[in-house]
């Protein structure tokens, strides 16, 4: 886990922030599905919500710094799989 306030590392890994991405007809419909069965959204910190469009990704490393998965997210929903994460951290023990 990683804490990036500044958001070096974020941009290094060539994140940002995309309007059209965050409120795209299916992010939006996928979010609505949560009011009509009544599902609650996850507590969000304010601090959290200075930038609602930043997009996120999945990334891990090895213990040297080396990238292992790089995973920049598509959509606010996109996320891999547990699967391909374990592949990856695994990948470590083959070499």
């Known amino acids: 886990m990683l804490l990036d ?11 940002g922030s995309s309007y059209s991405r965050v409120m795209s007809f299916g992010c939006l419909l996928q979010y609505s599905e949560y009011g009509a069965v009544d599902r609650d ?16 990704g999945d990334f891990l490393l090895d213990d040297t710094g080396k990238v292992l998965l790089s995973h920049p997210c598509k959509t606010p929903l996109d996320r891999p799989s547990t699967s391909h994460l374990l592949k990856a951290a695994d990948s470590t023990d083959s070499e």
């Open 41 to 56: 959204f996850p507590d969000v910190p304010a601090r959290l919500l200075e930038d609602i469009y930043q997009m996120g």
């Open 5 to 15: 306030p500044q958001r070096k590392i974020y941009r290094s890994f060539g994140l």
